[in-house]
Structures are given as structure tokens and as C-alpha cells.
């Protein structure tokens, strides 16, 4: 199905990203080619979400278990994290997005809580789409 019912829509969606890495070994890539990919389709989710008038909007992100990962995966996901919540945040403050973290934010590296809480508070009162980042 192609089409959209505009007048059906649901009013709350939540998304479990998978298979970034099944998409970059595919096409003989690096695992974190896929996750750079999977953080471009998620963004275009967001506005898309907001243009739509979705009201709830839950990104299963990053799972307690993907911190086994190898390090350098980890930190490769904790920097795309991070580049996503500072180039967007503009443009979520802008849409009236409130953006919230959930989960056990603490294990979060230092960089990537602060850009997280200062986008939570920045954006606590808005009223357009809760963005929800379910991690660790
Ligand atoms: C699942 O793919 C994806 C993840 C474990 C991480 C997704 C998180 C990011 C891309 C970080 C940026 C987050 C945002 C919200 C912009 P997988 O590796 O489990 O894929 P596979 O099942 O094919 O192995």
C-alpha cells in the first residue's frame, strides 16, 4: 500500500530500529554505514510524523543489550546520538516538538546526556509531537 488515509491515522506510533546492519552487509558496507542510513530515515520519520499530526512519536534506539556491542560500534551509535541531537535541534524547537529520553540515562556518555537534557528542558512545554528516545 502506497497511500496514506489521512483521516485514519494513528494518533501514537513507536518504532524499533532494526536491521541498519543487515542493510550495510547487504551492500558489502561497515555496519556503521547502515546505522548513519538508519539516523537519515529516522529524521525524515520525525517531520513526517509532524507533518501528519502524529501526537506520539517512540524510537526504540538503543537497547540495554546493545551496550555488548563492541566498543567501537557503541561509540560509533553514541556519536550519531549525538550529531542528531544537535543538527536537529532547531528544527525540533522550531516545529514545537518536545523531545524526552527514556530509560536508564545515566549509562548515556557525558556528551550525549547533556545534548539530551538540554533539548528535554529546552523543549518541555511544547505541545506539537512528543518525540520519545527510548535508550540504554
Ligand atoms: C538496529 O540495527 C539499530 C540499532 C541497534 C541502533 C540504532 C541507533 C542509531 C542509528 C543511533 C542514532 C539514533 C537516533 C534516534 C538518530 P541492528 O544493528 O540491530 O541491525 P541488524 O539487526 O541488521 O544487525
Redesign the pocket.
Known amino acids: 500500500m502506497n497511500t496514506i488515509e489521512l483521516t485514519n491515522l494513528p494518533l501514537r506510533i513507536a518504532i524499533t ?9 547487504l551492500r558489502g558496507k561497515p ?1 556503521i554505514v ?3 542510513a ?2 537519515h530515515t ?2 525524515r520519520i520525525v517531520r513526517a510524523c509532524r507533518r501528519l499530526g502524529v501526537q506520539e512519536l517512540t ?1 526504540y ?3 540495554e543489550q ?1 551496550w555488548g ?1 563492541p566498543t567501537n ?1 557503541v561509540e560509533g ?2 556519536t ?2 549525538e ?2 541531537l544537535l543538527q536537529e535541534r532547531d528544527e525540533i524547537l522550531l516545529n514545537r516538538i518536545r523531545l524526552r529520553g527514556i530509560g536508564n540515562l545515566d549509562r548515556l556518555p557525558p556528551p550525549v546526556r547533556e545534548a539530551l537534557e538540554l533539548l528535554s528542558d529546552a523543549s518541555r512545554e511544547h505541545k506539537g509531537m512528543t518525540l520519545s ?1 527510548a535508550l540504554s
Open positions: 530500529m532494526d536491521g541498519n546492519g543487515r542493510w550495510a552487509e555496519r547502515g546505522h548513519r538508519g539516523s529516522v529524521r524510537l534506539a538503543f537497547s546493545n556491542r560500534e551509535l553514541m550519531l546520538l550529531e542528531f528516545l
